[in-house]
């Protein structure tokens, strides 16, 4: 099939990227650079270097006909959400809506959008959360991730346009950007690698559910395959809070020091973890990889590439 992948350089994308062009599939990537990595790219998909708000957008359509599209092209960061949520929006909600919009004209068959799980859930008491749950996201970041996935019932709703929203958890892996706020795996590799002394913001016992890249990778596909429409959470369902985090990456890197403290982020969310159910019942999907398993991946990853230019922007 011929799939367009948006932010298809960054460090899920591309990994969904190389999956689809391994099970022979014909991929364009769209992608500005501005967070994701030219050498990242599979040098057997086409690239066009683009912006999603761009007008422009329209002719790759026009070119390459896409049958299926999946929209991971994005400003990944919550805090910079909160300090800049016009620019947020211009590009996660009116750029993903030129995505869409292009996607109906074209007659695309499927959309798969990669969302966020934490982000829309918030705190809260059931844990892990399911995706029958309330959304009152509490950034920008999060508000237009739930925007979008009520734009794809829309389109749903008026032409047809099929869809399928994955809500991850805190993703990590090889290529994570070090300079995105979700990115506390990679942050911390990046910080230890560079000599440079990392820091645990507030008492670190502030939880997270982290699902490695391939598992992430693996529901992706899935996704293509399904008929369904509609959400579904891709988490592990296990919550590890940041000294526990911070000791496993210690262990993989050799690094003796301790880890200092700092002021705690206000309003950053205190824990978070995703029940998976549904895309197993629907899907069968399950994660694999442990947590310690990901971390040695990740951390063998950081320590080849340090220094290469894959290190982050």
């Known amino acids: 099939m011929k799939i367009l992948v948006t932010g298809g350089a960054g460090f899920i994308g591309s990994h969904i990227t190389d999956a689809l062009i391994t099970k022979g599939h014909q991929v364009t990537v769209v992608d500005n650079l501005s967070s994701g990595q030219k ?32 929209h991971l092209a994005a400003q990944i960061d919550v805090r910079k959400s909160l300090v800049d949520p016009i620019g947020d929006a211009k590009i996660n909600i009116l750029g993903s809506l030129n995505v869409l919009d292009n996607a109906k004209q074209f007659s695309v068959k499927k959309i798969i959008f990669s969302s966020t799980g934490g982000a829309l859930y918030g705190d809260t008491q059931m844990r892990p959360t399911p995706e029958t749950h309330s959304t009152h996201p509490l950034s920008p970041y999060g508000i237009a991730k739930l925007t979008i ?10 032409s047809g346009l099929h869809y399928v929203t994955l809500r991850y958890a805190n993703v990590y892996g090889p290529r994570q950007n070090a300079k995105g706020e979700a ?3 990679a942050i911390f590799c990046d910080k230890i690698l560079g000599n440079e002394l990392p820091m645990i913001n507030g008492d670190g016992t502030q ?3 982290y699902v490695f890249v391939s598992d992430v990778v693996a529901a ?7 008929g369904k429409p ?3 959470n891709v988490g592990t369902g296990i919550e ?13 890197l050799g690094y003796k020091k301790e880890i200092s403290h700092g002021q705690a982020k206000t309003g950053e969310q205190q824990t978070s973890s995703l029940d998976y159910s549904k895309i197993k019942k629907d899907f069968g999907w399950t994660p694999k990889v442990k947590l ?17 230019g894959k290190k982050s922007k």
């Open 39 to 70: 050498e990242n790219i599979n040098p057997k998909a086409k690239f066009v270097k683009m912006d999603i708000s761009n007008p422009n957008l329209s002719q790759v359509f026009e070119d390459f006909k896409p049958e299926i599209i999946y």
């Open 149 to 158: 996935e009520n734009y794809l019932y829309y389109y749903h709703q008026l």
């Open 183 to 185: 990115g506390v795996v």
């Open 207 to 209: 939880t997270r559910d």
């Open 220 to 226: 992706n596909m899935l996704a293509l395959e399904s």
């Open 230 to 232: 509609g959400a579904y």
């Open 240 to 252: 590890t809070d940041v000294n526990q985090l911070a000791d496993l990456i210690k262990k993989a």
């Open 292 to 308: 310690t398993d990901g971390i040695r991946q990740t951390t063998e990853w950081f320590i080849k590439n340090y220094g290469k």
